[in-house]
């Protein structure tokens, strides 16, 4: 089967730095999409890692270990603005693509 | 800078229903994806097409058709709506460039279907 955890919630402050991680177990892995989510919108693509290793974009970073079946977003100097749920999508191949989503990680930002 | 819409934000539906909610790629993507979004369960996936007149199954198909006549439209449609339908219903689409290649999944704005 295919299963992807993350934490449910979590918070932090302002400024501060914070990880969320995300385990998988699926078939045919190609890949694993971080998306931003704010409340009533639509994901925004954050990151994408198919190789080991840690990725970097400003003050987002994502990981990947694929061995371990486990990545984590990273954001540093937290704003309010911030204040989102985290989507961990992994992208399989067969025939075709497709992305199986995790819960979500509701991220709550206080001053 | 617009890449993926769907036609409407917001609908309000009766119970038996026909709902056609369509989606439009300007990106010349082959796989074209809808999910629906509930509290507490994430992004679930409904149907996605990988080529013109494709259509294949995702998690939650029952109560759904989808039709892709166009490689940038793909429509979903609920035969006869119920409750438990409604929901947020998002669109997207992706290359099928193969492994490595660093691409991203793009997702329309979301059509908030609410069925009474």
């Known amino acids: 089967g295919q299963n992807i955890d993350q934490p449910t919630e979590m918070t932090a402050t302002e400024g501060a730095i914070v990880q969320i991680n995300c385990t998988y177990q699926?078939?045919?892995?190609?890949?694993l999409f971080w998306y931003q989510q704010h409340a009533g919108e639509a994901p925004t693509f954050l990151s994408y890692?198919?190789?080991?290793g840690l990725e970097e974009k400003g003050r987002f970073s994502s990981f990947l270990s694929r061995s371990k079946g486990y990545s984590y977003l990273l954001l540093k100097e937290l704003q309010m603005k911030d204040s989102a749920s985290y989507l961990c999508?992994?992208?399989?191949?067969?025939?075709?693509?497709?992305?199986?989503f995790g819960t979500g990680t509701r991220l709550q930002v206080f001053p | 800078d617009v890449k993926v819409t769907q036609s409407s934000r917001y609908l309000v539906k009766r119970t038996g229903e026909k709902v056609f909610l369509e989606c439009v790629q300007d990106?010349?993507?082959?796989?074209m994806f809808w999910y629906r979004q509930d509290p507490g369960l994430g992004l679930r996936l409904i149907y996605f097409?990988?080529?013109?007149?494709?259509?294949e199954k995702g998690d939650i198909p029952e109560g759904y058709s989808v039709s892709r006549e166009k490689k940038e439209r793909f429509s979903l449609i609920l035969e006869s709506a119920s409750t438990n339908q409604t929901s947020m219903y998002l669109c997207?689409?992706?290359?099928?460039?193969?492994?490595?290649?660093?691409?991203?999944?793009?997702f329309g704005p979301g059509t908030r279907l609410t069925v009474t």
């Open positions: 999508a992994v992208r399989v191949f067969y025939n075709t693509d497709k992305l199986i």
């Open positions: 699926t078939s045919g892995f190609n890949g």
């Open positions: 890692n198919v190789l080991d």
């Open positions: 990106m010349d993507h082959e796989n």
């Open positions: 097409s990988y080529d013109v007149k494709m259509k």
């Open positions: 997207a689409s992706i290359t099928s460039r193969g492994q490595g290649a660093p691409d991203e999944q793009y």
